[in-house]
DNA sequence: TGATTTAGGGAATGACCGTTCTCTATATTG
DNA sequence: CAATATAGAGAACGGTCATTCCCTAAATCA
């Protein structure tokens, strides 16, 4: 038997788990946690109550699942985005640009899954606050990884300080991410790229 | 009679209304609006339900009050610590120091009611959009106020784009309060505003 | 084929939550 | 002092939500 035919032994599930959780974590991202129901998970996500909480044992379970599918995505396009560069500085110039695009218009205003809802759970669930930390590090240490790449490469200055100015790097892109909730344009969120750029010479 | 002393016609409030707001924006702040009960208001405002409704119409009127509150609090502090400050430069540093501090330790992990609750709000809800916008716009516009001072007496570069590097700086004071909501050291803070000062020069 | 296992669907349930109602208390007005 | 007006407190209410239950469907196993 070939292993990745593998069958499981009941009934096989009919929807498509991944394109199912973009469908919740859209619908997460819009309303928050707590203010989108079951309802609005099963009308986004086609599915009768009943499968959902027999595929996800509970909301909670739909937000983790989402949460996990989300990071996925997003860090698939992100280091896609990345490799466009070829020096250091050349690819956290694309990294900052790819959040910058995130930030703007219709993709802007619809929010970080990261940001929006992980905020609301973390207070009261250790579990979801670990996930944010780790996205958050995560980031961190892509942007500090970039930043030490340029600076082999002679693209950033020598002189910086690499921890520091990864910290500013990602406070600003996830302020991006807030600050495009209000509505802004491409042109302004990649100017303050522009802007924050120079903090790498 | 005497303008100040005028009273108004029934049975004077009891409570202090800017204490209990300032408890009320507190467990905002934590929990988020959607899962702040009645409940969890009721007991940090120390006021009955029926006070609460009697005093503020719904829970949504207890947030609007909560959130002006909290901007005019805020504000009010952000300007006496930015008026520390001599030259341009100088308060943008105190105002940069001033979100910095907020985003860490114990205050960091609080949140921003603006960040948080109002996100949570706003696809939804056009009249807290625009109140989050309003503040943004003050914010942004403060930080472009305090660049060209300091283009005008010389201690920012005259060279740099004031109103992209104010949209930059706003970004980052933004995201700060996200990532401190991961926790994070004044120190750690402290050193991205060292950063962040370099986009003036 | 019959037994077993897992998925799908939707009605039923029980808890909680926001809001209203009612009654009491305390102020001003005339 | 009566009349009026507003505040305080908490019980009562109605609706919604997350979750469970039960029945049917479709797969594998022996």
């Known amino acids: 038997?070939?292993?990745?035919?593998?069958?499981?032994?009941g009934r096989p599930?009919?929807?498509d788990m991944n394109q199912a959780l973009?469908?919740?974590?859209?619908?997460?991202s819009e309303r928050g946690y707590h203010a989108t129901s079951i309802g609005n998970l099963t009308e986004a996500m086609q599915l009768a109550s009943g499968s959902v909480y027999k595929a996800f044992k509970d909301k909670r379970?739909?937000?983790?699942?989402s949460f996990d599918r989300y990071r996925a995505v997003r860090s698939s396009k992100l280091r896609v985005a990345v490799a466009a560069g070829k020096t250091g500085y050349e690819c956290?110039?694309?990294?900052l640009s790819f959040f910058a695009n995130a930030s703007q218009g219709l993709e802007g205003k619809q929010g970080c899954l990261v940001v929006s809802c992980?905020?609301?759970l973390a207070t009261f669930d250790p579990e979801v606050a670990q996930k944010v930390a780790t996205a958050m590090d995560v980031n961190e240490a892509l942007i500090l990884d970039l930043i030490r790449q340029g600076q082999a490469d002679g693209s950033v200055s020598p002189d910086i300080d690499a921890a520091a100015t990864a910290r500013l790097l990602l406070c600003a892109?996830?302020?991006?991410?807030?600050?495009?909730?209000?509505?802004?344009?491409?042109?302004?969120?990649?100017?303050a790229v522009g802007v924050a750029m120079k903090t790498l010479t």
Do not use: C, P
């Open 118 to 120: 992980a905020s609301e």
């Open 22 to 28: 973009d469908n919740a974590l859209r619908v997460f």
């Open 13 to 15: 599930r009919e929807f």
């Open 1 to 9: 038997m070939i292993a990745s035919a593998a069958r499981s032994r």
């Open 173 to 191: 892109v996830q302020g991006m991410r807030v600050v495009g909730k209000t509505g802004r344009t491409r042109e302004e969120m990649m100017a």
């Open 61 to 65: 379970g739909v937000f983790l699942a």
């Open 92 to 95: 956290l110039h694309e990294a």
